[in-house]
């Protein structure tokens, strides 16, 4: 399975935008990116997914690299509400369960 | 639509005892997954339903565990003979992706069951 990497943590001021990017060097021509996130003590929580081009949706945008080795998530205006587990995901067509790390903790500073 | 939901939230046994969680995924969702994550660490898979079949067994999931959606709706995970290394959340997926392929499948997420093995 493709792996990600993405940073342990990162720190932002509310009301700022941020940027969390992933690493997935080994990604194969059709597995899309997905991203979900993590708030504390709830469940996983979908956020967007893409393949090539850059996506948008009501929560955030997906930036993905032209070679595609790498993508960017971006929350364009942070609250404290995002303060929360951020993880990467390769999904290929063959495989039903998703494939977690770590993900990237992110801290909003007020 | 209500969400996926999980009962109960909270379960604090002792080892050795059986212990059963129940999945309500969101209505008309065909696909089920039940996933387990200790505390710092992302979720890892444990088994996958297509409608009532179980399609797919992570080698997490030893003798002690079985999992059944019986009429393709709501999912039950039982463990028995708890262990102290059981101790864990133990979360729920649902997501509506028909035929074959998953790499645009979303998936949903209940608030998950905590296990506590004393």
């Known amino acids: 399975d493709a792996k990600t990497t993405q940073p342990n943590s990162m720190e932002s001021n509310e009301e700022e935008p941020v940027h969390l990017p992933c690493n997935h060097s080994t990604i194969s021509g059709t597995d899309y990116i997905h991203w979900y996130r993590q708030l504390p003590s709830q469940g996983p929580e979908y956020v967007i997914h893409g393949l090539t081009s850059n996506v948008n949706n009501r929560m955030a945008s997906l930036a993905i690299a032209e070679d595609r080795k790498s993508s960017t998530l971006i929350l364009h205006r942070a609250t404290l509400r995002d303060a929360a587990v951020y993880y990467c995901i390769l999904r290929e067509d063959s495989n039903y369960q998703l494939i977690w790390g770590a993900g990237t903790k992110l801290i909003i500073k007020p | 639509d209500t969400g996926v939901s999980q009962d109960p939230r909270h379960k604090i046994t002792k080892r050795g005892q059986n212990v059963t969680f129940r999945c309500d995924p969101i209505?008309?969702?065909?696909?089920l997954y039940w996933y387990r994550q200790t505390l710092g660490q992302g979720p890892e898979f444990l088994t996958y339903f297509q409608n009532e079949a179980q399609l797919e067994k992570s080698r997490l999931l030893s003798d002690r565990f079985s999992a059944e959606r019986p009429k393709g709706s709501f999912s039950t995970l039982e463990i028995q003979r708890t262990e102290q290394g059981d101790s864990a959340m133990y979360l729920c997926a649902s997501s509506s992706q028909w035929g074959q392929g998953s790499s645009t499948d979303t998936q949903y997420f209940g608030p998950g069951t905590r296990l506590t093995v004393l």
């Open positions: 209505s008309e969702h065909n696909r």
